[in-house]
């Protein structure tokens, strides 16, 4: 069993409100933590209301299908998150 763990921070600039916060960031859960081999938590700026960072455990049979994962996880935070991606984070175990 390999594990992969991925790590995304977000500037969420002109954000003014935590429920605000909630509606960019789009329900992250929903998207992801429904596929069997992620889990998914916003693990760190829980009260900040202009950044936010997630974290993604992802598991797999093998190194390259955790890492592929990661690359897709990536890329769909990218391209609908209403805000920034200011650091990625990996580490494989």
Do not use: N
């Amino acid at each position: 069993m390999h594990i992969g763990i991925l790590t995304l921070r977000f500037s969420l600039p002109g954000c003014s409100s935590l429920k605000e916060k909630r509606q960019r960031i789009r329900g992250m859960h929903e998207r992801f933590g429904r596929h069997p081999a992620i889990a998914v938590c916003e693990s760190a700026d829980h009260d900040k209301l202009e950044s936010s960072e997630w974290t993604f455990v992802v598991v797999a049979t093998s190194p390259k299908k955790v890492e592929s994962l990661c690359s897709e996880i990536e890329d769909k935070v990218q391209r609908t998150v209403d805000g920034r991606v200011l650091d990625v984070s990996r580490e494989f175990l």
